[in-house]
């Protein structure tokens, strides 16, 4: 492995959504970040099977944190060492945080049960009603609940305050719950922060120092990963890049630089701030 001066962690699933284009510039940026060396660590929420194909059409030969932080998968051979704690999961090797299926599935039906309040799990809906559900064809919608670790489900006409308080249930029995539009999934143990830890012991082996951890993501993805890194870049949309800098700013202070996904040649910005000495490959 190279020498490099940090290692990258992007939350890409606001960058490359799950049908359609990425952002701009963003397959360009991560060929130049090969090219100096510098590892690019994606984070989603996505399953590995349903971020699969992203991971293909864009080129990602690195690790990637999948299922909201429930584990971290390491292509085949990418380190000498391994860590103790591993399973094999397709293609990769991975280093899970989270309890595995059906464990959590197992506690969405029990804190339904205990709390009365009503939810379905994808993975009990049929073909069509998850195509229906999911806004998806139906092949891609059977790729999203085929999961590793986390149940993905909806609330069964739950009241804003049920909601609140089968979350608070679930929380303190210390799962994560995580909503994502009008779905949400459950995982028991996973964190996105003991995977950033436990990727970046390897990096350290690897290596033999300690690069620099640093986090990009927009708003909306950037609270939990920002929380694990040394440095942060926020990558705003004009739109609400007034109310995130403020949020962003108290949270993470000096640590955190921000950019706008409108100026063009924002990714070059940001390879310059990382790697300034890397030749830029679309000049």
Same mark, same amino acid.
């Given at each position: ?24 510039? @963003?397959?360009?940026?991560? &060929? ?18 349903? *971020?699969?194909? $992203? ?10 944190? &999948?299922?909201?932080?429930? %584990? ?17 999961? /397709? ?15 197992? $506690?969405?039906? $029990? @804190? =339904? ?17 998850? &195509?229906?559900?999911? %806004? ?12 590793? *670790?986390?149940? @993905?489900?909806? *609330? ?33 143990? &996973?964190?996105? !922060? ?5 990727? =970046? ?13 640093? /986090?990009?993501? #927009? ?7 920002? $929380?694990?890194?040394? +440095? ?6 004009? #739109? ?14 000096? +640590?955190? !630089?921000?950019? =706008? @996904? ?22």
């Amino acid at each position: 492995m190279r020498q490099t001066p940090c290692v990258l962690y992007i939350a890409v699933d606001g960058l490359i959504p799950p049908r359609g284009k990425g952002v701009a510039g @963003l397959d360009e940026f991560t &060929a130049a970040l090969d090219h100096a060396g510098i590892p690019a660590v994606w984070v989603t929420n996505r399953s590995r099977l349903e *971020f699969d194909a $992203a991971r293909r059409k864009h080129a990602h030969t690195h690790p990637f944190i &999948a299922e909201g932080g429930s %584990g971290v998968y390491l292509p085949e051979g990418y380190f000498h060492l391994r860590p103790e704690k591993t399973m094999r999961l /397709g293609r990769f090797t991975c280093v899970p945080m989270a309890e595995t299926l059906p464990a959590a599935t197992n $506690a969405l039906e $029990a @804190l =339904s049960e205990e709390t009365d309040v009503p939810v379905v799990a994808l993975s009990s809906l049929s073909p069509r009603e998850l &195509a229906q559900n999911t %806004g998806l064809p139906q092949r891609e919608a059977e790729l999203v609940r085929q999961r590793d *670790f986390d149940e @993905l489900f909806f *609330f069964a006409g739950a009241s804003e305050k049920d909601i609140q308080r089968f979350v608070q249930a679930g929380r303190e029995k210390k799962y994560e719950l995580r909503q994502h539009g009008v779905m949400w999934s459950l995982a028991i143990g &996973a964190s996105l !922060k003991r995977c950033i830890q436990s990727l =970046s012991k390897l990096y350290d082996r690897a290596l033999r120092y300690h690069p620099a951890i640093v /986090g990009i993501a #927009k708003p909306e993805e950037s609270k939990e990963l920002f $929380a694990a890194c040394d +440095r942060s870049i926020l990558l705003t949309d004009g #739109k609400d890049e007034e109310r995130s800098d403020g949020s962003s700013q108290a949270a993470h202070g000096a +640590r955190t !630089k921000r950019y =706008s @996904l409108n100026d063009p040649e924002v990714w070059e910005l940001i390879l310059e701030q990382i790697a300034p000495e890397v030749s830029k490959p679309w000049k």
